[in-house]
């Protein structure tokens, strides 16, 4: 809390507890008819009026400042935030490039002209994964058995 803030809050308070002692003189002067007392009483009122008024604008400008240097200190602190983002950032760039660097690194091989001799002589490999299977049929046990009749004959099911 700012000093102004502090300062003008004290005084307000101060000089407004202070106003209820020549308020209560100027209500006894007017109740036994004395009108120069009362009318000192109600000037020292007044003065003290003024006072609590004046620390309350302290109290604002002092307000204000503590506004000004919260907004500052939170602009600080996203800058500092910014600045370490970048940084981890910065930091995993150069981990993903050094990760690329490592796999780029990877061993190669080469295939003789005997490997490459015996794999033209063997047999040829298909790339679809069904054309090697055969109609298998398995019993209850899970045991292979013959497939009762080859796909696409005709069965008669009359009797």
């Known amino acids: ?3 102004k803030t502090m300062e003008g809050l004290a ?3 101060t000089s407004i507890s ?4 020549p308020m209560s003189v100027a209500k006894e002067a ?3 008819g004395d009108f120069d007392k009362m ?3 109600l000037g ?4 003290l009026t003024v006072q609590a008024d004046e620390y309350s604008k302290k109290t ?4 204000k400042l503590d506004v000004e240097e ?10 500092k935030l910014i600045e370490a983002r970048r940084e981890e950032r910065k930091e995993l760039e150069k981990k993903i490039e050094s990760e690329k660097q490592e796999n780029t690194d990877l061993d190669s091989a080469e295939i003789s002209e005997e490997g490459k001799n015996q794999a033209e002589q063997s047999a040829p490999v298909s790339l679809d994964p069904t054309a090697d299977t055969q109609n298998i049929v398995y019993d209850k046990f899970g045991e292979t058995m013959e497939p009762a009749q080859e796909i696409g004959e005709n069965v008669n099911l009359s009797v």
């Open 70 to 79: 919260a907004s500052e200190k939170e602009k600080l602190q996203q800058e």
């Open 44 to 47: 020292y009122a007044s003065e």
């Open 11 to 13: 005084g307000a308070s």
């Open 18 to 21: 202070m106003i209820s002692t």
């Open 1 to 3: 809390m700012n000093v």
């Open 60 to 63: 604002k400008q002092g307000m």
């Open 39 to 41: 009318q000192r009483a």
């Open 30 to 32: 007017e109740r036994k």
